[in-house]
């Protein structure tokens, strides 16, 4: 159990070391949790392991940047370090696909597996798995990786705000260039999501103008008024409110405190329907109409006030 234990936290710590797991993930015969970096103490990882009779141990990984690996742990392998083999991985004995394992310790190897890729798509809805080096093979039920997986997921989208401790000395961790293709990948997804926001934004404001009408003329407070609007239109604000939280994300290029994110998008969209507020009484007053829906007082035979629009 201590040698599955190093192996998982290993799995995505090296060259830099880990601390974990913090809380607990267990689905199926996977067990796992919460991983930090010893020398920022900032979230790192999410990783789950399962033992096999035959001894070794596989593990599912993905990072705060959602970079995806799997694993393989034995305490007799005898392995070189900074090595890379040539494997088969062969799924329900029907679906084989060759992958390259880079070899992190003596007794651990690990695979990179895309996000959007074949390998873990069948990882997840394979039942069966062979693992093919050489002259050895090795089977693994693949129990509930369609649940674990997922739950990975959800375990870093949780943990982006957890803290772990710091080791004195612990060797800096370099930072990964964003390379101009991933820069310019970015900026697109981020124009993309601006447009989605407005026209979610405008379909919004529609819909508050069209159903909060009663309310512009109250005298309550623009923020109460903003606050009762939003409750008719609850499906377009989530939306907006979504949006948001998905623009945020790209523009800082990770996933972070979606609970944080959560709270600063929904300000931004209480900011947005209370100065929609004011603005429209504002034109309404210029029109003659003031809240409480009366218009104002003049004298029989006063000219007609032109409308004009603020």
């Not at 799995?11 to 991983?35: D, E, Q, R």
């Not at 447009?195 to 009408?213: N, Q, V």
């Not at 969209?269 to 104002?296: D, S, W």
Request: aromatic share 4%; with cysteine.
């Amino acid at each position: 159990m201590r040698a599955a234990l190093v192996a998982l936290i290993c799995l995505i710590a090296l060259p830099a070391s880990a601390a974990g797991p913090f809380g607990k993930i267990v689905v199926g015969n996977w067990s796992g949790g919460t991983f930090t970096n010893d020398q920022t103490g900032a979230f790192s990882h999410c990783a789950v392991s399962a033992r096999y009779k035959s001894g070794i141990t596989m593990l599912t990984s993905v990072t705060a940047q959602f970079v995806w690996l799997i694993g393989f742990s034995k305490p007799d392998w005898k392995l070189r370090p900074g090595e890379t083999l040539g494997l088969k991985l062969v799924f329900d004995r029907s679906r084989t696909i060759d992958v390259v394992a880079n070899v992190k310790s003596p007794t651990l190897i690990t695979i990179g597996m895309p996000a959007q890729s074949a390998l873990i798509d069948t990882f997840r809805q394979g039942r069966f798995l062979e693992l093919i080096a050489r002259d050895a093979r090795f089977t693994f039920a693949l129990t509930s990786t369609g649940e674990m997986l997922p739950a990975l997921v959800d375990c870093v989208r949780q943990s982006g705000n957890v803290r772990g401790p710091v080791t004195p000395g612990a060797p800096a961790q370099p930072q990964r260039a964003e390379t101009e293709q991933e820069r310019a990948a970015r900026a697109e997804k981020k124009t993309v999501l601006e447009k989605s926001r407005d026209l979610i934004r405008s379909r919004m404001l529609a819909c508050i103008g069209r159903e909060g009408a009663p309310m512009l003329l109250t005298d309550e407070k623009a923020e109460v008024v903003a606050k009762a609007a939003m409750l008719f239109c609850k499906a377009d604000v989530d939306a907006l409110t979504n949006a948001t939280i998905e623009l945020i994300e790209t523009e800082a290029g990770r996933a972070a405190n979606r609970a944080a994110i959560r709270d600063a998008a929904e300000k931004r969209v209480q900011e947005l329907v209370t100065a929609h507020v004011v603005r429209t009484r504002g034109e309404m007053i210029g029109k003659g109409r003031t809240p409480g829906g009366n218009a104002p007082a003049r004298p029989p035979d006063a000219a007609p006030v032109p409308e004009r629009s603020i």
